[in-house]
């Protein structure tokens, strides 16, 4: 008989190829953020590359699928929910840093730039996308 599932999976549960996922993806974020802080930048990347890879490839040695129409609803909603409110929260940062660069208490610096920069990056990605999708959706 030929097995279709990752060996080390003994439950075959969906829920159990997820967690594992999960586990990688954290495990990865992890490993990069632990080498950063040590100063040992390529294997930190190394480590994030494979925890990366190994929750790209858990769902092809699943038995059957482990995403679904729900799956794909409940992500949708989580993404809009933390776009909005990172949205919403740089349309106030950067209006109010532009303010206090006016006055003596602040001064544009690299972290400051940063953000500013991110703000412009994230709604001009944003009006990118949204003409797009309003373009071949008719």
């Known amino acids: ?18 967690r594992l996922m999960g586990i990688c993806g954290v495990a990865a974020g992890l490993a990069l953020g632990v080498g950063t802080a040590l100063n ?14 190994a929750a790209a490839v858990i769902p092809y040695g699943a038995a059957r699928p482990l995403f679904d129409e729900r799956d794909d609803a409940i992500h949708r909603r989580a993404s809009g929910t933390t776009l909005a409110l990172f949205g919403w929260l740089s349309a106030l940062v950067y209006p109010s840093l532009v303010v206090l660069s006016g006055t003596e208490l602040f001064s544009w610096g690299p972290a400051s730039a940063a ?24």
Do not use: C, Q
């Open 1 to 18: 008989m030929t097995e279709t599932t990752l060996p080390l999976i003994r439950n075959d549960s969906p829920a159990t190829y997820k």
């Open 115 to 138: 953000i500013a920069w991110t703000t412009v990056v994230v709604y001009g990605t944003y009006a990118v996308a949204l003409g797009y999708f309003r373009h071949i959706s008719g």
């Open 40 to 53: 040992r930048p390529v294997i930190a990347v190394v480590l994030y590359a494979v925890g990366l890879t």
